[in-house]
């Protein structure tokens, strides 16, 4: 069966602007969550949502957001974007226990000029 | 908080030599652990998992031990590949409190292994 998909792939954006990714999970998975990976900071978990509910947010400002839609897909959102946003953001979807395996996504590469 | 370290390398072995990353968390209550690999241009991947003490999690060669009295998850192989060559990511989700579908990452371990 299919992976799970982000769109798009590579991004290039100015300071000031916003952007939206968007994630498609697995199909029957029902847990999505949003990871950013810096060479600095690393992984870092930034919120996970089921059922069209965010379950869990990490520390990040209120410049991030997400929303999960009824067929699963979600997208996240960053406004007002800085340097410091640039990154890889990795979507990774599971089914609903913490035992499952999260299975993840090829990112989306996203670049802040 | 929940923490996980691990020795960030680089690491550089022939093939054929033997592998351990080394990896120790901090965690309130009973965590699940993860090792993760990432190819370069990829996602990560799952690469072996424990839910509890004692379990020892393997894929592919790889083998890792869930040790509660030192609060580690070293992981290991006895000869590893050219085609090993990626980043290792070691990360726990703690299962009380509500966070448990938040992955905690190491900051990684990039390893190179050479013909």
């Known amino acids: ?113 | 908080g929940d923490s996980v370290t691990q020795m960030e390398g680089p690491v550089t072995l022939s093939e054929e030599a033997c592998l351990t990353i080394n990896c120790t968390y901090t965690a309130t209550g009973y965590p699940s652990l993860f090792w993760y690999v990432q190819y370069p241009g990829e996602g990560l991947q799952l690469l072996l998992k424990a839910t509890k003490a004692d379990d020892k999690g393997s894929n592919k060669g790889f083998e890792a031990t869930y040790r509660k009295e030192t609060t580690s998850f070293h992981l290991e192989k006895g000869s590893v590949q050219v085609s090993d060559s990626a980043v290792y990511f070691c990360a726990l989700t703690d299962n009380s409190g509500g966070s448990n579908y938040k992955l905690t990452f190491g900051k990684g371990t990039l390893l190179t292994v050479n013909p």
């Open chain 1, 1 to 113: 069966k299919a992976g799970v998909t982000q769109t798009p792939r590579y991004l290039i954006k100015t300071r000031g602007q916003q952007v939206t990714l968007s994630c498609s999970p697995i199909s029957g998975h029902r847990s999505v969550s949003w990871y950013q990976q810096t060479p600095g900071q690393g992984l870092q978990f930034l919120f996970e949502y089921f059922s069209e509910t965010q379950r869990n947010k990490g520390n990040f400002p209120g410049r991030f957001s997400g929303r999960q839609f009824s067929n699963s897909r979600s997208e996240m959102n960053v406004s007002t974007l800085e340097l410091g946003d640039s990154a890889l953001y990795l979507c990774a979807s599971s089914w609903d226990t913490s035992y499952n395996e999260q299975f993840f996504g090829p990112g989306t590469r996203l670049t802040v000029l």
